[in-house]
């Protein structure tokens, strides 16, 4: 068994993520997690097509359809890159964040389609790991042969079309996820732009936007309260 190939390449080429493009806050990073065996990646581009093909989904509506909607329903679990990226956004608003409020924020706000929130991937298809390569085994477009051939392809285009996409909305907050890929943050940003140290998180600004390059939320050492610090700089 294998995936479709045409609707593979229809989703790398159409998703990029959930939220709303007219929201303040948007968050992009390197790819998504998941995608650890056939059926995951089969669920998850099924339910693309059940939400219309469209560039951004409803982020609750997205994983009710995969069966992750713990993530949205009471008791909610909280997930480790969206829970940080609500408390940028609430500490940016001089709000504390507590585990109550963070928990309530995932439920109702983020990644939603007519919300404040943006949430996008640099590279489409969802990945266990960066050592981990399945698409190969699953697909034969040629630029899936191995990670090296898909990023060459992928990260051109992509990478203008989400700058394209910033210029045209003007968010207030273009947060970077994982300072490990700060070439290809700089160019959605803008070559022209100076990023300066602000003591663990990077910044820039232009005429309409905030830029933050901030440490991977699964990187060592990592804490609640480095997130909180960049909400409170985006003030």
């Known amino acids: 068994m294998s995936l479709n190939d045409t609707l593979l390449q229809d989703f790398m080429t159409t998703f990029y993520g959930s ?17 650890n065996d056939l059926l995951q990646v089969t669920n998850r581009l099924n339910a693309w097509i059940e939400l219309g093909k469209t560039e951004l989904v409803d982020i609750n509506q997205f994983h009710v359809k995969i069966n992750h909607p713990q993530y949205f329903r009471d008791p909610v679990k909280l997930q480790r890159t969206w829970m940080q990226q609500t408390r940028i956004v609430l500490a940016s608003k001089g709000l504390a964040s507590p585990t109550p409020d963070v928990r309530t924020y995932q439920r109702d706000i983020i990644g939603r389609k007519t919300k404040e ?3 996008l ?17 699953w697909s034969g477009l ?5 990670r090296s051939a898909y990023r060459d392809y992928c990260l051109p285009w992509r990478t203008e079309h989400i700058r394209s996409r910033i210029n045209e909305f003007k968010p207030k907050v273009v947060v970077f996820m994982g300072q490990g890929y700060s070439q290809y943050w700089q160019a959605i940003a803008g070559q022209n732009l100076s990023f300066a140290d602000k003591g663990g998180f990077w910044a820039a600004s232009s005429e309409h936007s905030t830029y933050i390059i901030t440490k991977h939320p699964a990187a060592q050492g990592v804490t609640n309260a480095y997130f909180e610090t960049i909400g409170k700089y985006l003030r």
């Not at 991937?121 to 085994?137: C, H």
Request: a negative charge; aromatic letters at 16%.
């Open 19 to 35: 939220g709303n493009y007219s929201g303040d806050y948007w968050f992009v990073g390197m790819e998504e997690g998941g995608g």
């Open 117 to 119: 929130t943006c949430l």
């Open 121 to 137: 991937e640099l590279l489409p298809l969802p990945s266990p790991s960066t050592k981990v390569w399945n698409y190969a085994l």
């Open 142 to 146: 040629p630029f899936l042969k191995d």
